[in-house]
Each structure stands twice: as C-alpha cells, then as structure tokens.
C-alpha cells in the first residue's frame, strides 16, 4: 500500500512539473518574442512611421513610414473577415439546422478541416493562378479573396462548434412555439452563438493580417495607399520581410518596429475578443 502510494505520489508531481515546464515554455516564448521585437523595434517606432508613407529613399534609411502597410493590412484583413463571415454563417446554420445529420454535411465539415490545414502559401498559388485565368492583375480584391479562403475554415468550424454546444431543447422550444427552422436559426441559435461569434470573427481577423505567403502573389506590394479594389496593397508581414532583406541596418530596425505594430494590432484584438465575449454573454442562455 505504501509502494503503491508513493508510485502515484512521484507520477502525481512527474506530471505536475511537466505542466509547469510546459507553462514556462509557452510563457517563456511569448516573453521572449514579445522582448525582441520592442527593444529593437521600439527606438525605430516614431510617428512618421505610423503617420507616412514611405518617401524618397526610403529603403536607403532616409525619410517616411509604413502608414500604406497599416492601413493596407486593416483593408486585407477586414475585408477578407467581412468574405469569410458572409460566407461561413449560411454554411454553418445550413449544417446544423437543415442538414444536420447527413453525409453532405459530413463531407463539408471534411473539407472544412482540409482547408484549415492547408498551407497559406497553396492558397496564394491558387490566387494567382485564378488571377493568370482571369486576366487580372495584383490587387486588393485578390488579397481579401485569398484571405477570405484562408479565413473561411477558421471561422466557419469555431462557429460550428458553437452551435453544436446549444442544447437541442432550445430549438425544440423554438419549434413548439410555432417558429419554423429559419426563424429559429436567425433568432435563437444566432443569438445563443454571439460571444463566441464575436471571438471566432476576431481570432479570424488576427489571422488574416498576420498572413503573408497568401497576399504576397495576390495584393501585391505598393508604397502608396489603395484607393481602389483594383489597385495593389501592401501589407505590413511584407513591410517586416522586405525591411529585414535590405542591407541598411536603419531599415532592418524599421523592420522590426513594423513587427511591434502588428504584435500590438494582433494583441490588441485578442483583447478585443475577450471583451466582447464578456459583453455578448448576456445574450445567451446558461
């Protein structure tokens, strides 16, 4: 009995030492990034980075910033987000209201899950290669569409999840109250889905901006702002990338001060997410 209680004593602590050093590992990689990329990002980080676009010689270390990489990133990632929602909420209350049960939604989950697992650069090649099919050139409305795909998953299967959480005697209620499958869907399941909505709609959102193999075939890379769908937009992973190559240490410093803006935009909607979660959960029935 003895010999017994000590072998799950020492498992016991075994386990909880590998769960600490896990822990210090994951916290430790954070700190670790999040270190770097303010102290040598952080003495570059003015506000002609944040308030310019890059000028004559900028990539020489003379003047400007990379205002065309923010303002194209928000641009790429959010219309990308606004695609991959439009998309992702039919599909989903499709599944789970009208199909639930069958093999067609089986097969969907299926290539939902494929499709998360494929690599960003695939999705690149196969935008460009529409855009070679369609005569197109670099633009805006490319990027948002490949990172509308590379979205789509993420979303779409975190809100599936969510729905599947709600209790089946919610609809059933639903139902014997009189309303019909698409009243109870828009009404009920939509409404119960919201904090986790919210959340699967920004976790998409970071996703998105932080991508650079699919945009770097499909938006392109511009000094200037996009004025229009059709015109090429730059991104700040590219801004990061392009910086980094050059041999000018003062522009390899900007590099990094562009990581620092967008590791405090990907922060800053994790943060967001939370909140709204904490918001919307009023909504739902516990």
């Given at each position: 009995?003895?010999?017994?209680?000590?072998?799950?004593?020492?498992?016991?602590?075994?386990?909880?030492?590998?769960?600490?050093?896990?822990?210090l590992l994951v916290t430790g990689s954070l700190a670790g990034i999040l270190l770097t990329v303010v102290i040598?990002?952080?003495?570059?980080?003015?506000?002609?980075?944040?308030?310019?676009?890059?000028?004559?010689?900028?990539?020489?270390?003379?003047?400007?910033?990379?205002?065309?990489?923010?303002?194209?990133?928000?641009?790429?990632?959010?219309?990308?987000?606004?695609?991959?929602?439009?998309?992702?909420?039919?599909?989903?209350?499709?599944?789970?209201?009208?199909?639930?049960?069958?093999?067609?939604?089986?097969?969907?989950?299926?290539?939902?899950?494929?499709?998360?697992?494929?690599?960003?650069?695939?999705?690149?090649?196969?935008?460009?290669?529409?855009?070679?099919?369609?005569?197109?050139?670099?633009?805006?409305?490319?990027?948002?569409?490949?990172?509308?795909?590379?979205?789509?998953?993420?979303?779409?299967?975190?809100?599936?999840?969510?729905?599947?959480?709600?209790?089946?005697?919610?609809?059933?209620?639903?139902?014997?109250?009189?309303?019909?499958?698409?009243?109870?869907?828009?009404?009920?399941?939509?409404?119960?889905?919201?904090?986790?909505?919210?959340?699967?709609?920004?976790?998409?959102?970071?996703?998105?901006?932080?991508?650079?193999?699919?945009?770097?075939?499909?938006?392109?890379?511009?000094?200037?702002?996009?004025?229009?769908?059709?015109?090429?937009?730059?991104?700040?992973?590219?801004?990061?990338?392009?910086?980094?190559?050059?041999?000018?240490?003062?522009?390899?410093q900007r590099a990094y001060a562009a990581a620092l803006i967008l590791t405090v935009i990907v922060l800053l909607?994790?943060?967001?997410?939370?909140?709204?979660?904490?918001?919307?959960?009023?909504?739902?029935?516990?």
């Amino acid at each position: 009995m003895k010999r017994r209680f000590s072998r799950r004593y020492l498992e016991e602590k075994f386990f909880q030492a590998l769960m600490g050093l896990s822990l210090l590992l994951v916290t430790g990689s954070l700190a670790g990034i999040l270190l770097t990329v303010v102290i040598k990002g952080a003495p570059a980080l003015t506000l002609d980075m944040i308030t310019k676009t890059p000028q004559g010689g900028y990539y020489l270390g003379k003047e400007g910033g990379i205002l065309n990489a923010i303002v194209g990133s928000l641009y790429l990632a959010g219309g990308g987000t606004i695609l991959a929602l439009i998309v992702s909420i039919p599909t989903v209350l499709g599944l789970n209201v009208y199909a639930r049960g069958t093999r067609w939604a089986d097969l969907v989950r299926l290539s939902l899950d494929l499709m998360w697992g494929t690599p960003s650069i695939v999705y690149g090649a196969f935008g460009f290669t529409l855009m070679l099919a369609l005569g197109l050139k670099a633009s805006l409305l490319a990027g948002i569409i490949v990172l509308g795909l590379l979205e789509l998953p993420i979303m779409a299967r975190a809100v599936d999840e969510l729905i599947r959480m709600i209790p089946e005697e919610l609809e059933e209620s639903s139902f014997a109250l009189g309303a019909n499958r698409f009243e109870t869907a828009l009404f009920v399941i939509l409404r119960q889905i919201l904090p986790g909505l919210a959340t699967a709609i920004l976790l998409a959102f970071g996703r998105g901006i932080g991508d650079a193999a699919s945009v770097l075939f499909t938006a392109g890379y511009t000094d200037r702002i996009p004025d229009s769908l059709m015109a090429p937009a730059a991104s700040l992973p590219l801004a990061v990338f392009f910086q980094l190559n050059t041999p000018f240490p003062e522009v390899q410093q900007r590099a990094y001060a562009a990581a620092l803006i967008l590791t405090v935009i990907v922060l800053l909607t994790s943060l967001g997410s939370r909140w709204l979660a904490g918001r919307l959960g009023r909504y739902t029935i516990r």
